[in-house]
């Protein structure tokens, strides 16, 4: 298993979700999307490589990258993907196959949502990749069986992605779903609790949003 930890510029949004994400990733590659250099320095993690246009960055920190001996990939400011999607590519390219995105969350709604949605990037698919934030977890799964890990009494939320989603059941939940469908709008899959230290989904098709938050949100 190839790991990458990725700093998104958001906020550092500390916690135990990232405490365990860091845990995890002691020797995993650190790539920053642009200001997301920021957020691995108050991780104290150093960075090997950074991307995007540099908007976010001062001459004084891409000298204290260049200084540390990161990599620094350069692209102009008016383009068609954000830093984080660029930086996504690259980790699929360079072979990751556990990625964990710190700081994908912050004040403008439109690029929290935008991070949530670039985990659907096709070249992601196969890949382990999560979006960590405080004491939540953000994943996509799809079709198949999936497994949750956590302790009982954990807060899971299901959410349909882009569609309708089918043929879904959990098992070590609090409420149980059998062969049936979440569909894209209600909010059904708000809220259910781990029963056990590990919980199971499976679906027969759609892509699910899947919310871990540490204790009872």
Do not use: C
Not at 114 to 128: G, K, R, S, T
């Amino acid at each position: 298993m190839q790991k990458m930890l990725i700093f998104a510029n958001g906020a550092p949004n500390d916690g135990p979700m990232v405490r365990l994400a860091l845990a995890a990733s002691s020797d995993a590659a650190v790539v920053a999307a642009d200001g997301g250099a920021r957020v691995a320095w108050y991780y104290g993690r150093q960075v090997d490589t950074v991307i995007g246009d540099m908007d976010s960055l001062t001459e004084a920190e891409l000298t204290k990258l260049e200084a540390s001996g990161t990599v620094i990939k350069r692209y102009p400011q008016e383009k068609d993907e954000t830093d984080l999607e660029l930086t996504l590519s690259y980790a699929a390219t360079a072979g990751a196959t556990w990625i964990r995105i710190i700081g994908g969350l912050g004040d403008r709604f439109d690029q929290t949502l935008a991070n949530v949605y670039l985990m659907a990037l096709p070249q992601l698919i196969d890949l382990d990749v999560a979006l960590v934030a405080g004491k939540q977890q953000l994943a996509l799964i799809r079709a198949g069986e999936h497994q949750i890990e956590g302790q009982p009494g954990d807060t899971i939320s299901l959410l349909p992605l882009g569609g309708d989603v089918q043929g879904i059941t959990t098992t070590g939940m609090a409420y149980p779903l059998k062969n049936e469908t979440l569909y894209f709008g209600p909010a059904r899959g708000v809220s259910n609790v781990l029963s056990n230290e590990v919980g199971q989904v499976a679906l027969t098709d759609g892509v699910l949003l899947v919310i871990h938050t540490i204790g009872r949100a």
